[in-house]
């Protein structure tokens, strides 16, 4: 993975102001009257993180008197996955999926509502234990609670785990790497009255790791004040002929992988419920991909064991990037041959056709979409004839990629990078 950080940013005179003297000792002063200036005169601020395609910024005021840049409303995407100022908007895919309030930023920090609350005294919802994903079409409403597999995305979002860059090739394949990235993301994340890093188990990581010892003291906490606990884990290699079985079946322990998370039984609702709505992450799970589950626990009424909640799947590949179908794993796993930077718009209305399946992120200019195309059935082919307009009638460049899988042709190859100042590739 890769810490985020601060990019220079362009003043209201066309000034370029850089990360240094933005931070150090040396220029405080200086940088603190300039942003006291600028928020007097209600002026505007760009971020640089994306040079091309600079981000306002807001300058925010706090009670103590400092002034600081902060996130536009609703521009996170918009900002390099790397860049301090990124983050989930809540406009967009979310909108479409939950009722206005469900998910609110405010400062940074993003308040979620979800079906399960944070405090056992809250009641649990009467409806399935294993969610619907959400739908969408006419007459369908949207959610009034973000579901536990939408808690999950708006946390890899966050984390920026939907983003590959080949620089983070080596850090993003540290053990514990991607759960590290997912507990700072949960600090900002407001689930209840408190930060979800508080209730949150990661895994998997070192036994020996710091935040194997706070998956211990997050447990401890939600027996001592009668709290539920999120825990987000990969799972262990499908193997039903183990014993005990490695499997998500009636009975058996939710084979989490690693040791520092809570692992409760899978009841038979559960089951029939993974059934229902994780039909296709059960199959690619038990074909040997990669796949992450996240649980919403508590603490039973006796003695120091949990019980299950909430249960969902993602499947992701190698790099930890989530994918919906074997053909967004053969252009993925080309991508990150060829050493291509791109992201995975994250979907939080089943078969959300407003998003693309990629993004390409080194064209030179703003993210070029990629579409796979799988499917041959009449409503889904109608889907494809409105996407052509959609993207006929966008900007020329950046154009975009398409791939006609349903056709049982071979993948096109992937769009060339631009050369910068005419100089040739080595």
């Known amino acids: ?68 840049l902060a996130r536009h409303p609703d521009t996170g995407p918009k900002h390099d996955g790397a860049c301090q100022y990124f983050g989930p908007s809540v406009k967009g895919a979310i909108a479409r999926a939950y009722e206005s309030g469900v ?54 979002e966050i984390a920026a785990l939907h983003e590959y860059r080949p620089v983070w090739k080596e850090a993003r394949a540290k053990p514990g790497a991607v759960s590290w990235r997912l507990h700072v993301a949960a600090s900002q994340v407001q689930w209840g009255s408190a930060k979800l890093s508080n209730s949150l188990q990661v895994g998997p990581v070192p036994a020996d790791d710091r935040l194997a010892k706070r998956n211990l003291a997050v447990a401890k906490a939600a027996t001592d004040r009668r709290t539920r606990v999120v825990v987000i884990s990969r799972l262990q290699s499908y193997d039903c ?117 990629f993004r390409l992120l080194d064209m030179g200019h703003w993210p070029m979409p990629m579409e796979v195309f799988g499917l041959t059935d009449p409503a889904y082919q109608a889907r494809i004839r409105e996407k052509e307009t959609i993207y006929a009638q966008g900007p020329n460049p950046p154009g975009w990629w398409r791939w006609d899988a349903f056709a049982n042709v071979p993948m096109p190859d992937l769009p060339e990078r631009p050369i910068p100042n005419g100089l040739t590739e080595s």
């Open 241 to 357: 002929a183990q014993t005990p079985a490695i499997d998500l079946a009636p009975d058996l322990l939710v084979p989490l992988a690693g040791s520092a998370c809570i692992r409760p039984y899978l009841s038979k609702e559960h089951a029939q419920g993974l059934q229902r709505s994780f039909a296709r992450e059960l199959a690619a799970w038990r074909a040997g991909e990669p796949t992450y589950a996240v649980l919403i626990v508590q603490p039973k009424s006796e003695g120091k064991y949990f019980e299950l909640v909430r249960i969902a799947l993602m499947r992701v590949s190698p790099q930890a990037i989530p994918l919906d179908s074997g053909y967004e794993a053969t252009v993925e796993d080309a991508l990150v041959k060829q050493r291509r930077a791109f992201d995975k718009p994250m979907r939080h209305i089943d078969g959300d056709d407003t998003l693309p399946d």
């Open 103 to 156: 998910v609110i930023e405010n400062d940074g920090v993003y308040k979620v509502r979800l079906a399960a609350g944070r405090r056992m005294a809250d009641p649990l919802p009467a409806d399935e234990t294993v969610e619907p994903r959400p739908k969408h079409g006419p007459g369908v409403p949207r959610q009034r609670a973000m579901t536990t597999l939408g808690l999950l995305k708006l946390l890899w």
């Open 1 to 68: 993975m890769t810490q985020r950080k601060l990019f220079s940013v362009r003043g209201p005179n066309n000034v370029t102001y850089s990360s240094q003297f933005q931070t150090e000792k040396n220029f405080a002063q200086r940088w603190a009257d300039k942003l006291e200036s600028w928020r007097n005169a209600d002026l505007i601020v760009h971020c640089l993180c994306r040079p091309l395609q600079p981000v306002q910024l807001v300058l925010r005021k706090y009670e103590s008197g400092k002034i600081v």
